[in-house]
């Protein structure tokens, strides 16, 4: 019985709660009291008291009184009501006279960056919550670029008119680098092909200047985004990339470490389109959409092949002028196989694009992110279409992330493209030792030029054999073409030691590239050079008739057909190029260059990714004088391994003069190797066969003979940087030749 009564008893309490706080008070006037900067409107707008909607009970000045807290404008407020009159109470808080971030050079980027992602700014309203998160953004922003347990204080002095003066002392610690990073869990791949796929790298020789080697919490991140996809494209359906982190290993350095779990390997075997095709296309339509669809089938999953079949699909339809909604989803036939899905609905109401609204490019142009949409105002709403634009977005590598959305509009769609830009520039640094030499390289590259997504490269190169300054510019989207416009300029000197001479070149060249037919691109361009030949004491007298100084103009062009799965290190497709280059008058020695290249690329199994690649190059002149030695065809040490750079081929006392026509071919797969993935090293068997032959230059010797080698490969990411070496055995060669059985190269490239 007493529990009864208790209980009856907390029903009525909470009966008469309720109704008190939905009662509405009775209010005959409104007093701000204590307002000294901000002025009775305002708060009553912020607060959303006295418009005329305005209900006046408990909860509703309570959430009043939360509004005005959230503003940061007060430090206390109270509302209370007295004889019918609501006195709304506050207490400011003070303005800030000024801000200060000490303990930086006032020449140092940090401190001006920091100065930008501070909110406190002079004049405006301080308050102790807006303080905090302030020095949180800093300590974010120091540990996102290497600066990790930097101390940061500060200082609040108020002045006598109210105000107050900000004093933020920043104590910096050194930048630390990345030791090792380690991938655990089912990732099915080894370490080395998967630091392959991220941005992040372990640090190596001259790591203070590759910003990559620096642990950053926003590159993890999108370090993730890339394995996530390529697991993608590698038939792993289900994979999940279950977390990263930045582990610090001392006072120096940190550990990266990923953990995935890849999940099994999907193939899509077959197909199920969901809704009747034949209610809105005929039968040899019907035909046409299945046809598209199996080209897709019998290959391993990947998320870009999806895209592409579903924008296959979208484009047939286009061409047919009927506007269908794609759609797809998977079922898990059996731990290995997938059923697609498929539901193409046509929608008779077309959606028209009204308006395009950009936000997040604070440095970036508007129109190189237009540039990049396959769709614009007036155009009927495709949702591949949108699909398609957020990745060629996020191909220009400038932003971090990007996000469209659309949204019903005046009977239309609104797209609101949303970006967050990330740091684009870049300086790099190298250092080499190997067989061939040594070198040492700087480079300075940005990403996004001038807020127009133009590449820029600076670089540097000082070998024993060659030295080489360029400045490159790459414009994605020459004047609104969408074609590629790309021109250098370069300083080239070579010194090679089998070779009889030497030579300084000073050239430019101007090239534009676009993508005539799906995967197939077309580049064309001019070059004009001025070429220094000098002999060396030790040249015969044949090479030195062919000193002197040589003007060169050509027109070039190149034909790529390109169906690799990725660009670096691809494990199936094939590319094949045919292109010339015309030397024209003026030169000095018109001439002509052939060249056909291509390669064949298939996984055999996860350890054994074979490959095939090729190349036959001819130039001859136009008249009767020889090829000018620099233009003249070799094969370098890593084309043919077992020999020496440049060792084979026509020869004239001892120095190797080049030809007119060479092959070479390369057939090579990786193995497994027993070492801990942890190494990230990779091995391979290799068999290399070439020829260089026909000399246009009279009195040389020279032995037309097939050369070729078989050996095997080791390549180590370690911790002064990758290490590669290799042993050929030459297997069939000439008398004439220099033999390299050993090859080996050991230094940093960032």
């Known amino acids: 019985m007493i529990i009864f009564k208790r209980f009856f008893f907390i029903f009525l309490f909470s009966l008469f709660s309720n109704y008190a706080l939905s009662e509405n008070i009775k209010v005959d006037e409104i007093k701000i009291i204590g307002n000294k900067t901000i002025s ?207 582990d610090l290993v001392d006072d120096k350095y940190v550990n990266v470490i990923f953990s995935i779990n890849s999940g099994n390997r999907y193939t899509i075997t077959d197909y199920v389109i969901k809704n009747d095709l034949s209610l809105f296309l005929q039968t040899s339509q019907v035909t046409d959409i299945n046809n598209i669809i199996k080209k897709y089938l019998k290959d391993f999953y990947n998320y870009k092949k999806v895209i592409n079949l579903k924008n296959d699909l979208n484009d047939y339809y286009k061409k047919l002028n009927i506007y269908v909604d794609i759609q797809n989803t998977f079922e898990k036939k059996n731990e290995n196989e997938l059923l697609l899905n498929i539901e193409m609905n046509q929608n008779s109401v077309k959606k028209i694009i009204n308006d395009i609204l950009i936000i997040g490019n604070d440095i970036t142009e508007e129109k190189v992110i237009r540039n990049n949409l396959t769709f614009s105002e007036g155009d009927i709403f495709y949702q591949q279409e949108i699909d398609k634009s957020k990745d060629s977005i996020q191909a220009t590598k400038i932003f971090k992330n990007v996000d469209i959305t659309s949204i019903d509009y005046n009977d239309g769609k609104k797209i609101n493209v949303k970006v967050i830009e990330q740091p684009t520039g870049e300086i790099s640094s190298g250092l080499g030792i190997g067989s061939s030499g040594s070198s040492i390289s700087f480079n300075l590259k940005e990403n996004n030029f001038l807020g127009q997504g133009i590449y820029t490269n600076v670089g540097l190169n000082f070998g024993t054999q060659q030295v080489l300054g360029s400045i490159t510019v790459n414009n994605p989207d020459y004047a609104n073409t969408g074609n590629n416009l790309k021109s250098s300029l370069f300083l080239l000197k070579n010194n090679y030691n089998n070779a009889g001479y030497d030579n300084k070149i000073i050239g430019s060249n101007i090239s534009t590239t676009s993508e005539i037919f799906k995967d197939i691109y077309f580049e064309n361009g001019f070059g004009l050079s001025y070429d220094q030949i000098s002999i060396t004491q030790a040249a015969s007298p044949l090479i030195s008739t062919q000193a002197g100084n040589y003007f060169t103009t050509k027109y070039f062009y190149d034909v790529t057909t390109d169906k690799r799965n990725r660009k670096f290190k691809p494990t199936s497709g094939y590319v094949v190029s045919f292109g010339q280059d015309v030397s024209i008058p003026p030169s000095d020695i018109p001439s002509l260059s052939n060249t056909i290249y291509g390669s064949l690329h298939a996984s055999i199994s996860e350890e054994f990714i074979g490959s095939i690649k090729y190349k036959l190059k001819s130039i001859n002149s136009f008249n009767n004088d020889a090829v000018k030695l620099s233009d003249r065809v070799f094969v370098s040490d890593s084309e043919l391994r077992g020999f020496s750079n440049r060792g084979i081929g026509p020869k004239v006392n001892g120095d190797f003069v080049g030809g007119n026509y060479i092959f070479t071919s390369t057939a090579a797969t990786t193995f497994p190797n027993g070492i801990p993935d942890s190494w990230n090293a990779i091995t391979n068997v290799f068999f290399d066969v070439a020829n260089v032959w026909g000399s246009d230059l009279r009195g040389v010797s020279e032995s037309n003979k097939i050369r070729s080698s078989l050996g095997i490969g080791f390549t180590w990411i370690s911790p002064i940087g990758p290490v590669s070496l290799s042993y050929a055995e030459p297997i069939t060669k000439a008398n004439t030749d220099d033999v390299q059985k050993f090859n080996f190269n050991i230094g940093s490239a960032f």
């Open 40 to 246: 009775k409107e305002t708060i009553l707008e912020v607060a959303g008291i006295g418009n005329k909607n305005f209900v006046y009970t408990t909860e509703n000045l309570n959430l009043a009184q939360k509004k005005l807290f959230e503003t940061n404008f007060f430090s206390n407020i109270n509302i209370e009501l007295v004889n019918n009159i609501l006195n709304i109470i506050v207490v400011e808080n003070p303005l800030v006279d000024f801000i200060t971030i000490e303990g930086l050079d006032n020449h140092d980027n940090h401190k001006t960056n920091i100065e930008k992602i501070v909110s406190l700014k002079s004049n405006q309203v301080f308050s102790e919550s807006a303080l905090n998160k302030d020095i949180l953004s800093i300590k974010n922003y120091l540990s996102n670029i290497g600066y990790f347990n930097s101390k940061i204080t500060y200082l609040v002095k108020k002045t006598s008119n109210e105000r107050v003066n900000v004093f933020i002392e920043i104590q910096l610690n050194h930048q630390f680098l990345i030791k090792n990073i380690f991938f655990i869990g089912d990732k099915k791949f080894s370490s080395s092909k998967l630091i392959d796929v991220i941005t992040s790298k372990q640090s190596g020789w001259f790591s203070f200047l590759n910003s990559n080697a620096v642990p950053s919490f926003d590159r993890v991140n999108y370090d993730l985004s890339l394995l996530k996809n390529f697991y993608l494209s590698e038939g792993y359906y289900d994979v999940q990339i279950a977390n990263s982190s930045i």
